[in-house]
């Protein structure tokens, strides 16, 4: 039963039943990470106001400069999950390799791996606009009591039993799934607690937003082309809006309110797209088909991928159905012999 109101941990203890694992667990683990949220708003928050801009000075294993609030966020987000005695590993974009938790007990029990982005849309930060984090969580395959493998955070999206996003916008918002629908809370600041604002969220029927990196345009393949010239054709009930923050998470969240396809194609710059699949595509993808909508590469499911690298690329078409549907028509299209 929803109810107004309602806060995330009161939420949590009552939805009990749509967790097909532990409970206890899933608490343990959501509270990590809505404790992390909290302090890495507070961060965010402050950016404009203290000497906390710009980049770390190291580069990140994509080659990217890493904000300080990336390693800031990092460190927070890795901090809290470790110390909970539920999680076994932990992957980040912001980590080469991934992290081994042994657990302080050496009976441990720790059953659960968390992929993370732990700042997403940095680049946003120094100029005011919203960035977020998002995270996929899995059970191990490896025995329990046993370090955890690679083979741990290779698992394709369709085995992730959470996902979820926080968005540090013009409020902070948690937005989740286990499974069994999407439920979104909103911080309330002074008392730090989070409400369910946004119950069973999905996609409007028919979406009119379209967001790309339209300045990429002359490198998209032909499918991707077609697509954008059919979102701004003047017929039926289009042109569509572009819409492009550059913040994956800012840009999802709009689209599944007001309804609207994501791409971040593969290109003749990025031939696997930019978009990274453990931690970025995965739990988009399983919180956009719970808000009945789709994810793909152009060409397949993307929970149906077999991931082969931590850190591996994928091209992301993600949004309202009927509209993913469309954007992979056109790119048969234009695979098609002619
Ligand atoms: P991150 O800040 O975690 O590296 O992610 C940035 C990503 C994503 O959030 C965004 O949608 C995309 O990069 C924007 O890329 P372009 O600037 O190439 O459009
Ligand atoms: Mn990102
Ligand atoms: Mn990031």
Known sequence: MIKKNQTLGEFIIENQKYFEYSTGELAKLLNSIRLAAKVVNHEVNKAGLVD?????????????????????ANEKFIRMLTNREIVCGIASEENDDFITIEGQHKDNKNKYVVLIDPLD?????????????????YRRITPVGTPVEM????????????????????????????????????????IGTYYLS?????????????????GNYLQFPQGVKDYIKYCQAEEDD????????????????????KGGIYIYPQSSKYKNGKLRLLYECNPMAFIAEQAGGKASDGYRRILDIQPEHLHQRIPFFCGNKEMVERAEAFMRNADAPK
């Open 121 to 137: 849309g940095s680049s946003n930060i120094d100029v005011n606009v919203s960035v977020g984090t998002i995270f996929s969580i």
């Open 52 to 72: 906390i801009l710009g980049t770390a000075g190291a580069t990140n294993i994509q080659g990217e400069a890493q904000q300080k609030l990336d390693v800031y």
């Open 151 to 190: 083979s741990d955070f290779l698992q394709p999206g369709n085995q992730q039993i959470a996902a979820g996003y926080i968005v540090y916008g013009t409020s902070t918002m948690l937005v989740y799934t286990t499974g069994y629908g999407v439920y979104g809370f909103t911080l309330n600041p002074p």
């Open 198 to 214: 946004h119950p069973k969220m999905r996609f409007p029927e028919k979406g009119h937003i379209y967001s790309i990196n339209e």
């Open 238 to 257: 289009r042109p569509y809006t572009s819409r492009y923050i550059g913040s994956l998470v800012s840009d999802m969240h709009r689209n599944i309110l």
